[in-house]
C-alpha cells in the first residue's frame, strides 16, 4: 500500500461523506474494523499506550513503532495505515521517516506540542518540512495543531492562532491538518481559512462523522476513544463475571 491511496481518500469527498478513520489499538482490533469495512485505519498514540500499559505519552518510540507494525501485518495490503507517532520521539526527520516506513505505515499524525506546552509555530514548520523532505510522497503527513488543548498565549485569538499554525504547516507539506478537540461550531471557519483537508475528532458526546463532515471536517478520527469504549464492555463483562 502506498501514500497516494490514503492521500486520494481524502480528496473529493461531498460534505456530510468524511473519511472516517477508526483508531485500532493492536492487532485484533484492526481486524475487527477492516471487516466491518472501513478503508483505511488510523491509530491512537493514547489507545496504543493503555493496551502496552502506558500512559498516554510515555510509550517508548521502540514499543510503539513495534505496535504500529503488528496492526499492519494484521490487516489486508490493500488497507492503508496511518499512526499517531506524538511528537516524533526525538529522532531526526530521516529517522524518523525511515522508522516509520519499516513498519509499513504510509502516514501519521505529528502533534506541535511538547512537555505539556505548544511548540513555536516556525519551529514546527521547519520540523514538518524536513519530515516532508526526507519522506518524499512516501508519506501523508496529518499535523495535529494543540491550541485547544494546550492553550494559546494571553491575548492570543485561538481560532486566530489555530488558523495561523495551519497555513504554516501546509505552507510546510502537510497533505492534512488536525486542529485536534476544535469545537465543532468553529469547523466551518476553520475549514474555509485552511486549504486542504481538515481532520476532526468525533467524541462520545459530540456531533457523529455526518455531521461533522457538514460542518467542514475532511476526515474523523476518535483519539482512544474507541479504546475506552471497549474497555467499558469488557469492564461490564468482568462485573458480570464476578456476581455469576
Known amino acids: 500500500m502506498t501514500a497516494?491511496?490514503?492521500?486520494?481518500?481524502?480528496?473529493?469527498?461531498?460534505?456530510?461523506d468524511p473519511l472516517v478513520l477508526p483508531g485500532p489499538w493492536d492487532a485484533a482490533s484492526a481486524r475487527v474494523f477492516v471487516e466491518a469495512g472501513f478503508?483505511?485505519?488510523?491509530?491512537p498514540s493514547a489507545g496504543v499506550a493503555a493496551s502496552l500499559g502506558y500512559e498516554d505519552g510515555a510509550t517508548p518510540a521502540d514499543e510503539m513503532f513495534a505496535a504500529v507494525a503488528r496492526i499492519v501485518r494484521a490487516v489486508p495490503d490493500t488497507v492503508?495505515?496511518?499512526?499517531?507517532?506524538?511528537?516524533?520521539?526525538?529522532?531526526?526527520?530521516?529517522?524518523l521517516v525511515e522508522r516509520l516506513l519499516e513498519t509499513g505505515a504510509v502516514g501519521c499524525n505529528l502533534e506541535d506540542s511538547s512537555?505539556?506546552?505548544?511548540v513555536d509555530a516556525r519551529r514546527q514548520a521547519d520540523r514538518l518540512a524536513e519530515v516532508r523532505g526526507a519522506a518524499g510522497d512516501r508519506l501523508f503527513v496529518n499535523a495535529r495543531v494543540d491550541t485547544y488543548v494546550r492553550?494559546?498565549?494571553?491575548?492570543?485569538?485561538?481560532?486566530?492562532?489555530t488558523v495561523r499554525r495551519a497555513l504554516l504547516y501546509v505552507a510546510a507539506g502537510a497533505d492534512c491538518v488536525y486542529p485536534i478537540a476544535a469545537p465543532p461550531e468553529a469547523l466551518p471557519r476553520l475549514a474555509a481559512a485552511v486549504p486542504g483537508p481538515l481532520n476532526a475528532l468525533a467524541?462520545?458526546?459530540?456531533?457523529?462523522?455526518?455531521?461533522?463532515?457538514l460542518l467542514g471536517a475532511t476526515r474523523?478520527?476518535?483519539?482512544?476513544?474507541l479504546q475506552r469504549r471497549a474497555m467499558a464492555a469488557v469492564r461490564?463483562?468482568?462485573?458480570?463475571?464476578?456476581?455469576?
Do not use: C, N, W
Not at 467524541?203 to 463532515?213: A, I, Q, T, V
Open 4 to 16: 497516494s491511496v490514503l492521500r486520494a481518500l481524502h480528496h473529493d469527498r461531498t460534505p456530510g
Open 151 to 161: 492553550g494559546v498565549p494571553d491575548g492570543t485569538g485561538q481560532e486566530a492562532e
Open 80 to 95: 492503508p495505515v496511518t499512526a499517531d507517532i506524538e511528537a516524533g520521539y526525538g529522532l531526526a526527520a530521516g529517522e
Open 115 to 118: 512537555d505539556g506546552a505548544l
Open 236 to 244: 461490564g463483562i468482568a462485573d458480570e463475571l464476578r456476581k455469576a
Open 39 to 43: 478503508p483505511a485505519l488510523a491509530t
Open 220 to 225: 474523523i478520527t476518535f483519539g482512544p476513544g
Open 203 to 213: 467524541r462520545p458526546d459530540g456531533p457523529g462523522p455526518h455531521e461533522l463532515g
